[in-house]
């Protein structure tokens, strides 16, 4: 059965730092490229950053870039991204997507979607 799950989301506060996983099973991750998403009620979905699984290149939007780092793991089958100095405007529901490739920093021609995890900066 084919799944792709995100995790590592929560609470932390401004400046804070967290660390989210995409962990994918039933399929290889390394024949895509990964996108993260960010998603808040009432706005657009948000491209954050893709990564090219076998390359390993990385775009980033400019509202993450210096701040968050997109990693991967090929033989765990997963991918990272790291995220620091966290801003209460970065909170949503942070989604991953596995795609054809990597445009800048989204992912195009999405076969799998994880369900998200939620990020709150407050405090």
């Known amino acids: 059965q084919e799944e792709f799950v995100e995790s590592g989301g929560g609470l932390v506060q401004p400046g804070g730092s967290l660390r989210l996983s995409c962990a994918a099973s039933g399929f290889r991750l390394v024949d895509y490229s990964v996108g993260w998403f960010r998603q808040v009620p009432g706005k657009e979905r948000e491209a954050v950053s893709c990564?090219?699984?076998?390359?390993?290149?990385?775009g980033y939007a400019d509202s993450v870039k210096g701040r968050f780092t997109m990693s991967k793991d090929n033989a765990k089958n997963t991918a990272y991204l790291q995220m620091d100095s966290l801003k209460p405007e970065d909170t949503g529901t942070y989604l991953c997507a596995a795609g054809y490739y990597c445009a800048d920093h989204e992912a195009y021609d999405t076969d799998y979607w994880g369900r998200g995890t939620q990020v709150t900066v407050s405090g």
């Open positions: 990564i090219h699984m076998r390359t390993g290149a990385i």
